[in-house]
Structure formats: C-alpha cells, structure tokens
C-alpha cells in the first residue's frame, strides 16, 4: 500500500511539472518568458529624439489630433477631470523601468497645458 502512495505522489508531481512547463510555454509564446526586449521607437519616426519631440509641442495650441498626427499612438492615460496625461517611452513597452519618458499633460479641451522629459532612472542591479 506504501508503494502504491509513493507512485501516485510520483505521478502527481510529473503532472504538475508537466503542467507548469506548458503554462510557462504558452506565456513565453513569441516575445519571450518576460515580454518583448525588442526596442521600439516611441515616435513615428523612428530618428525623432525626445528634446525633438518636445520642440514641436507649443503649450496651449498644440492640440491632441495635432500630437497625434507628428508623434503617433501614446500610452493615456484619462482622468475623470477630463485632463489626459500622455507617455511617450524609449525602449522596449513591457520594460518601462529605467527608460526615458516625454509627458504630455492636455487640459479637458484637449490642447496641451504642459510637457516634460522625465530622464531615465537608475534600476538597481538584482
């Protein structure tokens, strides 16, 4: 009966390690276990710098469709004020920490109030 035990545990376990590796597999799919390390270009054109990027904005004209249409797609985010934060990042999406960003801050009637380059902060070594 002791025998019997030991090899259901044995199977069990197999199963689960099984399981876990087709989890993980199917995560990993085909950017990799922890996302993309493929650097993207954060403005639509690829050679744009971000001290580039601000100098086209002019606070209190430049309005949304404006940023949209010389920058291209944003992270946004939307606040029941009707304020909109917009982050452009360098560097990979799903590796945000450490990377530059340019931030852009729209009043609720959709023209730009403020901007800023946040630098890249320092990751720590793990």
Not at 41 to 70: C, E, H, W, Y
Not at 92 to 113: C, D, H, N, Y
Request: aromatic share 8%.
């Amino acid at each position: 009966m002791r025998q019997s035990k030991v090899r259901k545990s044995v199977a069990h376990s197999a199963a689960s390690v099984v399981l876990v590796t087709s989890l993980l597999a199917g995560c990993a799919g085909g950017s990799g276990l922890f996302g993309s390390t493929e650097v993207t270009p954060p403005f639509r054109d690829p050679g744009m710098s971000m001290q580039a990027a601000k100098n086209l904005i002019v606070i209190g004209q430049t309005t949304r469709a404006d940023v949209t249409a010389a920058l291209g797609n944003a992270t946004i985010v939307k606040f029941d004020s009707g304020y909109e934060v917009w982050v452009y990042r360098a560097g990979s999406r799903e590796q945000s920490a450490g990377k530059t960003e340019f931030v852009i801050l729209f009043a609720p009637s959709g023209v730009v109030k403020k901007t800023r380059i946040r630098p890249a902060y320092a990751t720590r070594a793990t």
